[in-house]
């Protein structure tokens, strides 16, 4: 993920209109192919790192780890260590998270719809 630098004109009309527009808000929170699949894999419940790795094989580990981090940072997802040997870490959707379940099952059904999907 490349950072934007402050002082472009992208980034200036990035904070225009994530003020402007709490869709765009929202978006820029879940935003990105990965975010939201991740999302998608932990409304079913909590999962550690490796079983999100099986869900999605073509994700880099450094991408998994960034991605995670930017969820728990808005708040989307909180990370939970057991004071185990050896140590178990799982990632769950927070209260804010679940509420995007309801959210995440419609964009299915309409990109269902769009590819002409019956489902």
Known sequence: MTKIKES?????????????????????????????AICCYLINGSLRYSEIKKYLPNITERMLTLQLR??????????????????????????IGYELSPIIRELGKWGNKLKGDPA
């Open 8 to 36: 472009s004109t992208n980034f200036a009309n990035k904070q225009i209109l994530t003020n402007d527009c709490p869709e765009v808000f929202a978006i820029s929170i879940i935003g990105g192919q990965w975010s939201l």
């Open 70 to 95: 930017k969820l728990e940072e808005n708040g989307v997802v909180q990370r939970r260590v057991y004071a185990e040997v050896p140590p178990r870490v799982t990632y769950e959707l927070t209260t």
